[in-house]
């Protein structure tokens, strides 16, 4: 069964500086990949995907992530954060056919003002 | 839209009772799937189903049962609840070609 790891489960940023949060997972066909962000108290949000073409895919709120095949990752960035990306982000990824989705364990975000 | 709606939001529950947790979704999507979210663990999949009268399990299915009468709905049931139960349960549902998943707002659970 395929696996998804997020090695950082916890990050504490200042305003401006920039992330990167890594997930890699077990897989060795075609995978559809994504990262879903999760506010305090909220509902978990689709932030992007990536299906197939170009591998450095952008999403909502200036977050974008690169899909490196080779070495099975996923990794989120973004240039410069806020104090409102405080939240929980989740990796996920569906292989092959499979319908369902399998979830990171999800890092913690805290940005300082 | 509504999109994916649970009910309840809170529930307490006592060790050995049952009961349902219910969701709805109006996008007439044929995938629906149920999640629990402990801390540290990430999301793990529960029970899922593909179309109406079809279910299958996830990860981590024991303790629970689910039923799909209705492209609509996918209630959740606990038959006997154990402390070990106590979370935060989502269900999340798909069309069949997207993948992406959409979420409610999630039913905490506690049991005592």
């Known amino acids: 069964a395929q696996s998804v790891s997020q090695h950082n489960h916890h990050v504490i940023l200042s305003e401006a500086a920039s992330l990167e949060l890594g997930c890699n997972y077990s897989?060795?066909?075609?995978?559809?990949l994504f990262w879903y962000v999760q506010y305090p108290g909220q509902h978990l949000q689709l932030l992007l995907k990536y299906f197939s073409g170009d591998p450095l895919v952008k999403g909502i709120k200036g977050f974008e992530a690169e899909f490196i095949k080779s070495k099975f990752s996923f990794n989120l960035r973004k240039p410069s954060v806020q104090w409102s990306d405080t939240a929980e982000y989740f990796c996920?990824?569906?292989?092959?056919?499979?319908?369902?989705?399998?979830f990171g364990s999800g890092t913690q975000l805290t940005v300082l003002p | 839209n509504a999109g994916v709606t649970q009910t309840p939001k809170f529930q307490v529950l006592k060790t050995g009772q049952s009961m349902t947790l219910q969701c709805a979704q109006d996008m007439n999507h044929e995938y629906m799937s149920w999640y629990r979210q402990d801390p540290g663990m990430g999301l793990r999949l529960i029970h899922y189903s593909v179309g109406a009268g079809i279910t299958d399990q996830g990860e981590v299915p024991n303790g629970y049962n689910v039923s799909r009468s209705t492209t609509e709905d996918f209630p959740l049931r606990l038959l006997s609840a154990a402390p070990s139960q106590t979370s935060v349960y989502f269900c999340?549902?798909?069309?069949?070609?997207?993948?992406?998943?959409?979420f409610g707002e999630g039913s905490r659970l506690t049991v005592l």
């Open positions: 897989y060795g066909g075609t995978v559809n």
């Open positions: 999340a549902s798909s069309t069949s070609s997207s993948g992406e998943l959409f």
């Open positions: 996920a990824v569906r292989a092959g056919s499979a319908r369902q989705l399998t």
